[in-house]
């Protein structure tokens, strides 16, 4: 009888390459999403892509690691699960501290897809008192990145 992968395993293959994908996606829509606009307004975006680069190798790489066991693929998959961490913290941080760029860079993103933003909603979310609320939700999603 061979033995099962444990769900653990499976969780793992299915989160790294569902970040892979996602990477992806980022690195093709980029100039449509909240988080390249945050970076890009700061003078950041050779450090957006920094991140983004980083995190779209290493996420592969712990894919790719999780079906070669041996004793780097456990590293690789910290190290994945850091990069993205520190990314979404400093993400977090510099959306923080320019709500009404992030509330504008929002509606836009939304436009550009075609979808259109309720002003209403957008004002009650983008305000310092949601974000503070919000933001432990975002700080305790950094293993999504």
Not at 3 to 9: A, N, V
Not at 24 to 40: K, L
Request: proline letters at 2%; a positive charge; aromatic letters at 18%.
């Amino acid at each position: 009888m061979t033995k099962s992968r444990p769900w653990l395993w499976w969780f793992l293959v299915l989160f790294f390459l569902w970040s892979v994908g996602k990477d992806f996606q980022v690195m093709i829509t980029h100039q449509r999403g909240v988080d390249f606009y945050i970076f890009d307004q700061r003078g950041l975006s050779t450090l957006f892509f920094a991140f983004l680069s980083a995190t779209f190798l290493l996420d592969f790489g712990a894919s790719f690691a999780l079906f070669r066991p041996g004793g780097k693929g456990f590293w690789v998959c910290i190290a994945a699960l850091a990069v993205g961490m520190i990314y979404n913290t400093l993400a977090l941080n510099l959306a923080l501290s320019d709500l009404d760029g992030v509330k504008k860079a929002y509606i836009a993103g939304r436009e550009l897809r075609g979808i259109l933003a309720n002003l209403e909603a957008t004002a009650k979310i983008f305000t310092p008192k949601a974000s503070r609320r919000a933001s432990w939700y975002r700080a305790s999603s950094a293993f999504s990145r």
